[in-house]
Every structure is written in structure tokens, then in C-alpha cells.
């Protein structure tokens, strides 16, 4: 009951933010937070959850991009028939590279190399599929799906709040409980029924078409394509966002997002200063703080309750 | 046409070996330590500019900026070892996330020092040699060779002397090689350093064929974990073996197939040895 309170609580402050503030600035910092939010909590449900480290979703994010325009483009289908589309392909992408990986039973560090390969094998093409992708110069995105930062804002609230519930849903149900199985021991799963196979493959699909709509929409708010939101930087940022704020709550990993989202922003960083404090954090929350900013802020309300 | 395959498959074999040192470095940290460190190829490009800092700027002969740039990455390694790598022994998931963090704070920290512009090293050993027809540097002849002597030491050393018996002791059984009398935590920290020490090297030689930039690392390393897998992860020889035979295929690969996607292959490659030779192309065998 608590926790309902508090949720939406949240969901209203949220949802009222922009009558306290019209300002541009911190729209755009919340919007850009909302969709890495969504892209780190559906990494989440692969990681945290099924206890898979795959290197592919930057890849699902970045190919879910360029497919929306191309599709839109090429098709004629416009922005959100691209959207559907670009979410199928990557949804078809993932089933072919899941099945493959979990087929032959790779795990964890052979599984994170093997994805990582595939990741880079898509990033190689998006840069020399030239007549297509317009090489490593990208795409400048005329198109513009929805108009102004307000309307944004309440889009990228929206969807987050679509994958929070999904990502819930499916993590408290048979199937979330299936998935720690597997993360904690998968053969001791196997042996007690449960298709370690299915589920592997069903968390795997479901966080890539999750990235694939984060994709869609993260690249038309930036207005721009390139072939670096595929790249190992980005998978980087994602596996920072949900290290930084934590892994054992679904909302969790937006803590992570806002932080590392709204910082570079704060301070003016550059590029190369953002990615050292990116891997600075990575570092730290490994050895210093595994629980993320979550864990460790339950974990003082316990002590002084 | 032959001689075009024959220049590539020499080229392919140099490169290769270059390859095969890093790897090296993989294959001998996991062994030891149970991760496989991506930091190495941060450690290669933290050699080449070390070896270019000290040959052009501080103006050191060549062979003395090659044995200060290993010392530097050697010490840098074991900075890292000491603060970040002995908390993570035996959890390659953990391990692969810091080494991922490293690369990132050492590229940024190279962008920053000394800018995505490519150095060029002056010319340490110009001129050529004819072979059969084949036009060769001399230079990535005395790098091949080098490199060649110092994989087969490495080799010599760890089947002829008490502490490669005993790194070979703790691969096969950490709990057996420690009451055996095998200084555990220093050994560990031993194979961080000279694998470190080794990409410093291959860094450093690379310097004086090729032009540098910040993110030659990342390239690098997928070479060598490639390297390292593909002939069977822990394996010396293998690392050496797993080099060549990248480097040749890349070589010849991008004579029949488009040059853009050269970088492709090794990956290609790569997933089928995961998939269907798990333990490598040569297990089975020994």
C-alpha cells in the first residue's frame, strides 16, 4: 500500500513538472533521462534479473534507429509505422541471435563476447552500408514526429512508464521468478522443470524490442543518426546507468539515468571527460557500491528506521 | 596474383604476431587470475605512446624508449592490479566490467594528453629487403623476430623454471599449488604485471610501423581475445598460433572480399569457434 502510495505520488509530481517549470533546459535533460531510463531498465531485465550480460542491446537501440527512418523512408509507412516496424525487426534480429547463443549454452562471459561480436558485426555494416546509412557521417532527421519539448516530455514519461510496467509485470510474475532461477544457478533450474532455454530467450528478445522503441524515439528527439549509438560506448553508458542505480529494483536503473544524464549537462563536460567519469563509475559501483544508489539508500532508511 | 597472396600471408603472419602478444597476455591472466582482462589492449596503446613520448620528445634511442615504455605499462599494471583487478579474481563478469571501465578512463585520459590527431614516430629503421620478389620494411622483420623470441621465452620460461612450473601448478589446482608452497597473491599479481608489460611491448613496436591513435587499443584487444579463443584459451603456443591465423586470414580475406568489412571476419570467425570448438581449434589433441 505504502509503495503504491509512493508510485504515485511520483507519477503526479512527474506528470505536474512542467506547470512548475517551462523551461526548455531541464525538459530536454528530463526527456533525454526518460529514454536511457527505458533503454537501462530493459537492460536491466536481461542483466539484473536474467542474469545475462549481453553486449547486444546497444545494437537492438541503435539498429531500431536507423530501421524506423528507413523504413519510413523507403516504405512509406511514416514515423510510427517505421517505429512498429523498426520494433519487429529487432524483435526477428534478437530471436535469431538469442537462439543461437542460448542454444549452444552460452554463458556469461563466453555469451557477453559472442553478443558483443554480433553488436560490432551490425555496427560494421550500419558504417560501410553507405547507399543507405550515409556511412560514418549518418543521417540528419528532417522529420519531425512530435513537436516541441512539452510534448516530448509527456511521449518519453509515457513510454517509460509503459516499460516500467512491463518489466513489473513480467518480473513478478512465474516468468520473473523463472528468470532468477536462472540467474542464480540455470542448471539447478533445468533440473527442476523450468525451460531455461524459453526464458533466457523470452527476457533477451523482450529487453531488445524494449531498446528498439527507446531507439526510435531517443534518435528523432536528437535529430540525428550515426553509426555511435551502436558502438561499445554506448553499451558502456547502459551497463554504468543500471551498475550506478542498482539492480535489484525494477525502477532502479532511472536513478542511474538521471544521474548520468543530467550531469554532463550540469557540468560542462566534454566528450572525453564524459566518458572517463562513465568508466570512473563503472569502476566504482562495482567495488564500491554493487548495491547502486537504490541498495545503498535502502539500506541507511533500514538502519535508521 | 601468387605474389600478392604470398605478400599477404607474410604481412598476415607479422601482423599476427603482434596479435599473438596480447593475446598471450589474455591467455596467461586467465589462466591465473580467472578474468579476462580487456584493459590489455589500453595497456598496448598506453606502450606505443609511452615508446613515442620517449623516442621523439625526450629523444631516447629507440631500443631504450622500448625498454621504458614496458617498464612504464608494467607499472601501470601493477597500479592497477593493486587497486582495481585483485578485488575482481575469479569473477569474469565483474572483472570484464572494471577492465571495460579502465579502457575507458585510460582513452579518455589519451584523447585528453595527446589528442585523436595520429602521431607518426620518425623512421627508426628505414630501407627494405628484397625476398623472392617480396618487398619487406626491415623493420617489421626485426619486429617479427622480436616478437617471435619473446612468446617462445615466455614459453621456455614457464615449462623450465620453478615459477612458470608453479603458475602451470596454480592453473591446474589453486588449493593443491598453494599448500605445494606457491605464493598465491604474488604470483597472481606477477602474471597481471608482465602481461602488461607484455602489450607494452607489442605496443611499442607497433609504434615504430604504424601511426598512433587513442583508440588503437579497442582494435586490438577484440584481435586478441579473438587470438586467445580461437585456438583454445590458455594455451600459450595457442595465443601465438590463434595471432597468426587471424592475421593471415584477415591478410588474405580482404584480397577476395570487400576491405571494409575486414574487421568482420575475425568476428565471424570468432562466434563459429564459440559455438561449435568452445575449447579451442586444437583441443582435443595435446
Redesign the interface.
Known amino acids: 500500500m505504502k509503495r503504491l502510495a509512493g508510485t504515485a505520488l511520483v507519477a503526479a509530481a512527474l506528470l505536474a513538472l512542467p506547470l512548475a517549470t517551462q523551461s526548455d533546459f531541464v525538459l530536454t535533460i528530463l526527456v533525454f533521462a526518460f529514454l536511457q531510463g527505458m533503454l537501462a531498465v530493459s537492460f536491466n531485465l536481461v542483466f539484473g534479473y536474467a542474469g545475462q550480460?549481453s553486449m547486444f542491446h546497444a545494437a537492438a537501440f541503435g539498429i531500431a534507429a536507423y530501421a524506423t527512418h528507413l523504413f519510413g523512408k523507403h516504405l512509406g509507412v511514416g514515423y510510427w509505422g517505421g517505429v512498429v516496424l523498426a520494433a519487429a525487426l529487432v524483435a526477428a534480429i534478437s530471436v535469431v541471435v538469442g537462439a543461437?547463443c542460448f542454444r549452444?549454452r552460452?554463458r556469461?562471459?563466453?555469451f557477453?563476447?559472442?553478443t558483443l561480436?554480433?553488436s560490432?558485426?551490425a555496427r560494421?555494416t550500419v558504417?560501410?552500408w553507405n547507399s543507405m546509412t550515409n556511412g560514418s557521417l549518418g543521417i540528419n532527421l528532417q522529420e519531425r514526429p512530435i513537436d516541441g519539448t512539452l510534448a516530448w516530455y509527456y511521449v518519453a514519461l509515457g513510454a517509460l512508464a509503459i516499460t516500467l510496467v512491463v518489466c513489473w509485470r513480467l518480473v513478478h510474475s512465474w516468468m520473473g521468478r523463472a528468470f532468477v532461477a536462472i540467474r542464480l544457478n540455470d542448471e539447478l533450474g533445468d533440473t527442476l522443470g523450468i525451460n531455461v532455454f524459453r526464458y533466457k530467450l523470452v527476457a533477451f528478445t523482450a529487453g531488445s524490442i524494449m531498446a528498439a522503441f527507446a531507439g526510435s524515439l531517443y534518435a528523432y528527439f536528437l535529430g540525428s543518426l550515426e553509426p555511435g549509438l551502436l558502438s561499445?560506448?554506448t553499451s558502456?553508458g547502459i551497463?554504468?546507468m543500471v551498475?550506478l542505480g542498482g539492480r535489484r529494483a525494477v525502477a532502479a536503473p532511472v536513478l542511474g539515468a538521471l544521474v548520468l544524464t543530467a550531469l554532463p549537462h550540469l557540468i560542462h563536460f566534454s566528450a572525453?571527460?564524459r566518458?572517463?567519469v562513465?568508466?570512473?563509475?563503472?569502476?566504482f559501483s562495482?567495488?564500491v557500491m554493487p548495491q547502486g544508489i537504490y541498495g545503498a539508500a535502502a539500506q541507511l532508511i533500514r538502519r535508521h528506521a | 596474383m601468387t605474389q600478392l597472396i604470398a605478400g599477404q600471408l607474410l604481412n598476415g603472419a607479422i601482423v599476427g604476431t603482434l596479435y599473438g602478444i596480447v593475446a598471450l597476455g589474455v591467455t596467461l591472466t586467465f589462466g591465473i587470475t580467472g578474468i579476462?582482462n580487456f584493459a590489455l589492449g589500453v595497456f598496448m596503446m598506453l606502450g606505443a605512446y609511452a615508446a613515442w613520448y620517449f623516442a621523439d620528445t625526450v629523444g631516447l634511442p629507440y631500443p631504450l624508449a622500448v625498454l621504458a615504455a614496458v617498464g612504464v605499462t608494467a607499472a601501470a599494471g601493477l597500479a592497477a592490479d593493486q587497486a582495481?583487478f585483485r578485488?575482481?579474481r575469479n569473477n569474469?563478469?565483474?572483472g570484464?566490467?572494471?577492465s571495460?571501465?579502465?579502457?575507458?578512463?585510460l582513452?579518455?585520459?589519451a584523447?585528453?594528453v595527446f589528442t585523436a590527431t595520429p602521431k607518426e614516430m620518425h623512421r627508426v629503421l628505414p630501407g627494405i629487403v628484397m625476398l623472392g620478389g617480396l618487398v619487406l620494411p626491415k623493420m617489421k622483420l626485426v619486429v617479427f623476430a622480436l616478437l617471435l623470441t619473446v612468446i617462445f621465452a615466455t614459453y621456455a620460461a614457464l615449462t623450465r623454471t620453478w615459477t612458470g612450473r608453479a603458475a602451470y601448478a596454480y592453473a591446474q589446482n589453486p588449493e593443491a599449488a598453494a599448500l605445494m608452497g606457491v605464493a598465491t597473491a604474488r604470483l597472481q599479481s606477477g602474471v597481471v604485471v608482465y602481461s602488461c608489460g607484455l602489450a607494452g611491448l607489442g605496443g611499442a613496436l607497433y609504434a615504430a610501423l604504424y601511426s598512433l591513435e587513442p583508440t588503437l587499443g579497442?582494435l586490438f584487444i577484440?584481435k586478441a581475445?579473438e587470438a586467445a579463443?580461437l585456438a583454445g584459451i590458455g594455451s600459450v603456443t595457442g595465443a601465438l598460433l590463434g595471432g597468426v591465423i587471424l592475421g593471415v586470414t584477415e591478410g588474405v580475406g580482404s584480397i577476395y572480399l570487400?576491405l571494409?568489412?575486414r574487421?568482420?571476419y575475425g568476428?565471424?570467425f570468432?562466434?563459429l569457434i564459440?559455438?561449435f570448438k568452445?575449447a579451442g581449434l586444437f583441443a582435443g589433441r595435446r
Open positions: 550480460l543461437i549452444f552460452l556469461e562471459f563466453y557477453a563476447v559472442v561480436a554480433f560490432e558485426m560494421l558504417l560501410n561499445i560506448d558502456l551497463i554504468a551498475l572525453e571527460i566518458s572517463l562513465y568508466g570512473a563509475i563503472l569502476i562495482i567495488l | 579476462v582495481l578485488f575482481t569474469l563478469v565483474n570484464l566490467l572494471v571495460l571501465g579502465l579502457i575507458a578512463v582513452e579518455a585520459c584523447l585528453l579497442s577484440l581475445v579463443i570487400p571494409a568489412f574487421d568482420a568476428l565471424v570468432l562466434v564459440l559455438l568452445p
